[in-house]
């Protein structure tokens, strides 16, 4: 309450003007703001600094270290991996250098494994020493000579809807998200969707501005340079009629990004309200929210062509400033929801494959439903379409981010500042923003099995089973050979056609380079082709063969008896997994397939064998349900199939199978690993 009062103080000034623009406003805050501000007057040729009253010494340091301790654990608690922080690294190191952090690369060195730290744990104190190096630059005197060195900025571009539902404590969490964030690197631009809330629009605008400077003030509670609520830069004009692309206007451009830019250049995190001005006469209209972020999409990718001329240099300029390299939905309702997964929502999402589902599935939900169900099924699907329509006007590495205020806030309280926080087991779950930037992966893997889902506590203090976070990527599309929607792959019949790898369909040399990349061996075609003639079940095929798998009907050694009792005990086999080494951990191509694999291809089961020092054995014992290891072999098997070790014939069959497996490698191809 004493947040909503502060913050309507604050927008008074602003209500009964059409711009926010005013001198006395530094860094977000307002003469009746409660943060410091300084401001500089000249007097007789001497300058004259006005500062905030004193604070106590030990209290700033304390609340300081209070920051960066919750910042450190922020990051350490997220599980990033070598090839994580690497691709973090290339990505934003290289602003960090150009800014003069030229000794960035000793200073990673140094928290190299020199001694018996966790991999995992030298990778985030790399990151946390990056964001350091960034703090100390940005606090720094910057030159003027120095301002070409800040392109690009990377920008994630924030929805957050309702701001008005969200009580002050989680308000609070939310800014010093973002707040982290732009420690790490990532500045936010924010969106703000109030609805339509009030009888008209200035009592919509007065709603808007009132929860624009509330957030606002949360950022402003961590950090500098804090936040600013910028007069909005969106220009109104008549959408074409049948406008439906979001690489067209829909009616909405960028008209005026001066005060955008300029606070992205000083690393202010800009407020804007859904609302625009009409290019005809000036007047201020409430827009689309979704229509506004696509609007900034364009400007900021450089795919505005409206409202400014295409020759002109410093507009040209301008659209290069920054770089979208994420959308961030803040929503009440959390990630879009799936029927058919166990934690009720996608935690990844495919959008090339997976969008048409999502679509039917929410739009018969909102015909069935009556009422706030109905309603929910509708927002869900908006904020689905805006991921896939800004996502299509960006670089295949970016993606979206859909989830709650709640989750972004991710409270501890003042009893966890402790040690015994490391040892309670409802410990608070990795915050899905920090965690996504840092690792472009959700924070629980989509294609575990629901019994490896980690339950959480949300913030009302019940349980939950996984995140309500939804990861949204462009993706790729996948082929399914045969489609299991229409031919379900079921062990072959007598006289029955079965696939081959050499069928029209498939594009075997594209197949074999795939198999021989990943697996970093050169593989025997033609022993390959005879040993699973026949009993080939399908294949699934990522993207432009980026990723793939075989699997096959094998048949148990030793197996006699009539042709019905051979079927039924034919085993389904995952004879190659593979993932092009330049896709290998980057945007979900493994979940991808092993997902399509256990849920659309063998619902029921299957099982494969790995070397037991395959480093991808971690990754295995994750998804799979059981697992064995051959003492006089150097295999391992896996399995997905429920309760197999009930089943005694089945198990042998499993077990004999993986142990008999020819291999078919060029180097040692009649040789059993």
């Known amino acids: 309450m004493t947040m909503q009062l502060t913050a309507w103080k604050r927008a008074l000034p602003n209500l009964n003007t059409p711009s926010t623009k005013d001198l006395s406003r530094i860094n977000g805050s307002t003469a009746l703001s409660l943060r410091s501000a300084r401001s500089t007057a000249n007097s007789g040729g001497y300058t004259v600094t006005c500062a905030s009253p004193y604070t106590s010494i030990s209290k700033s340091q304390k609340q300081k270290k209070s920051l960066d301790r919750d910042f450190f654990v922020s990051v350490l608690e997220t599980s990033v991996t070598r090839r994580d922080a690497k691709a973090y690294m290339n990505k934003f190191v290289p602003l960090l250098e150009k800014k003069g ?105 007065q709603t808007a501005t009132i929860q624009a400077n509330r957030i606002a003030m949360a950022i402003d509670n961590y ?44 690393e202010v995190i800009p407020i804007i309200s859904s609302f625009g001005y009409t290019a005809d006469a000036c007047t201020v209209k409430p827009v689309n929210v979704n229509d506004a972020i696509l609007a900034l999409t364009r400007q900021l990718s450089g795919l505005q062509f409206l409202g400014q001329p295409t020759e002109d240099p410093k507009a040209i300029q301008t659209s290069r400033s920054a770089e979208v390299y994420r959308l961030i939905v803040l929503d009440p309702l959390g990630g879009i929801p799936a029927r058919n997964r166990a934690t009720g929502r996608h935690l990844f999402l495919n959008l090339e494959q997976e969008f048409p589902e999502v679509r039917n599935d929410l739009t018969a939900a909102a015909s069935s439903d009556m009422g706030v169900q109905s309603s929910d099924s509708l927002q869900h699907l908006e904020n689905a379409e805006l991921a896939k329509n800004v996502l299509s006007l960006l670089p295949p590495t970016s993606s979206a981010v859909i989830t709650t205020p709640q989750e972004v806030a991710n409270e501890r309280g003042p009893e966890d500042n402790g040690v015994d926080w490391a040892l309670v087991g409802t410990r608070r779950g990795q915050n899905p923003l ?127 008896g009539s042709e019905a009792d051979i079927s039924s005990r034919l085993v389904p086999y995952l004879d190659k997994f593979a993932v092009l080494r330049k896709s290998q951990g980057a945007g979900g191509v493994a979940d991808i397939i092993f997902n399509a694999m256990v849920r659309d291809c063998f619902p029921d089961g299957v099982c494969w064998r790995s070397r037991k020092d395959n480093p991808v054995n971690k990754w295995y014992f994750e998804r799979s349900r059981g697992s064995l290891k051959f003492r006089d072999m150097n295999w391992t098997m896996f399995w997905t199939t429920p309760d197999l070790a009930l089943d005694g014939q089945k198990f042998r069959d499993y077990e004999s199978v993986c142990r008999g497996v020819e291999p078919s490698w060029a180097d040692q191809k009649h040789v059993a690993d």
């Not at 010093?176 to 200035?202: H, M, N, P």
Request: hydrophobic content about 35%; glycine content about 8%; some cysteine.
């Open 434 to 560: 920090i965690h996504s930037l840092l690792t472009d992966k959700p924070v629980q893997s989509s294609s575990l099995p629901s019994e490896r889902f980690r339950p959480l506590t949300s913030s009302t203090g019940t349980a939950q089973i996984g995140s309500l976070t939804t990861l949204a990527k462009r993706g790729m599309p996948l082929t399914i050979l045969p489609d299991p929607r229409v031919t379900p792959w079921k062990p072959p019949q007598g006289g029955q056609r079965s696939l081959n790898l050499t069928d029209p369909c498939i594009d075997l040399p594209r197949l074999v380079n795939l198999i021989e990349d990943s697996f970093g061996r050169k593989l025997d075609v033609d022993h390959y082709l005879k040993r699973i003639h026949g009993n080939l079940a399908g294949v699934i095929i990522a993207g432009k063969y980026e990723g793939g798998a075989l699997l096959t009907w094998e048949k148990p050694p030793g197996l006699d």
């Open 101 to 205: 952090a030229t000794d960035f690369k000793q200073r990673a060195a140094q928290t190299g494994p020199t001694n018996k730290t966790k991999p995992s744990s030298t990778e985030a104190l790399a990151i946390v020493d990056a964001a350091a190096v960034k703090k100390d630059v940005a606090h720094g005197i910057k030159p003027e000579a120095d301002l070409a060195i800040q392109v690009p900025m990377y920008v994630a571009l924030v929805k957050f809807r309702a701001p008005q539902e969200v009580d002050d404590a989680t308000l609070d969490g939310v800014g010093r998200t973002l707040s982290q964030l732009r420690k790490l690197g990532l500045t936010s631009i924010v969106v703000v969707d109030c609805g339509s809330v009030g009888r008209d629009e200035a009592a919509q605008r």
């Open 223 to 266: 950090d500098t340079p804090g936040a600013r609520v910028i007069d909005s830069p969106i220009t109104i004009e008549t959408p074409i009629e049948g406008d439906a692309s979001p690489f067209t206007s829909r009616g909405l451009f960028v008209g005026n990004p001066h005060d955008l830019m300029a606070a992205l250049q000083e």
